[in-house]
Nanobody, 124 residues
């Protein structure tokens, strides 16, 4: 059974940094992982992702500030967030799907597995 567990959220001042973790279990082959976020009153949006082959994808608003990485030995995907802005405030969710391709889905409906979410609050 597949499980995803996020951690690392919290409160940070504008310009600060946080690292989110997504620990995965139950995967028996390659998989893609994406981070989505949902701010109060807004729709969920794709933020970053790492494909089954290791390619990375970023939404424009976080390029140069966020970095996604993967430690296969720990089955964990990390999201390093730097130069945080108040508009980054949201609940962050990791999502995963079995994939051995370079394809990166940016629509949440294409992911079969989701974590419980972790809250990130950036104060001005």
């Amino acid at each position: 059974q597949v499980h995803l567990v996020e951690s690392g959220g919290g409160l940070v001042q504008s310009g600060g940094s946080l690292r989110l973790s997504c620990a995965a279990s139950g995967f028996y082959s390659s998989y893609a992982v994406a981070w989505f976020r949902q701010a109060p009153g807004k729709e969920r949006e794709f933020v970053v992702g790492i494909s089954g082959t290791g390619s990375t994808y970023y939404t424009d608003s976080v390029k140069g500030r966020f970095t996604i990485s993967r430690d296969n030995s720990k089955n964990t995907v990390y999201l390093q967030m730097s130069s945080l802005k108040p508009k980054d405030t949201a609940d962050y969710y990791c999502a995963a799907a079995f994939s051995s391709s370079d394809y990166m889905a940016e629509f949440g409906g294409e992911y079969d597995y989701w974590g419980q979410g972790t809250q990130v609050t950036v104060s001005s």
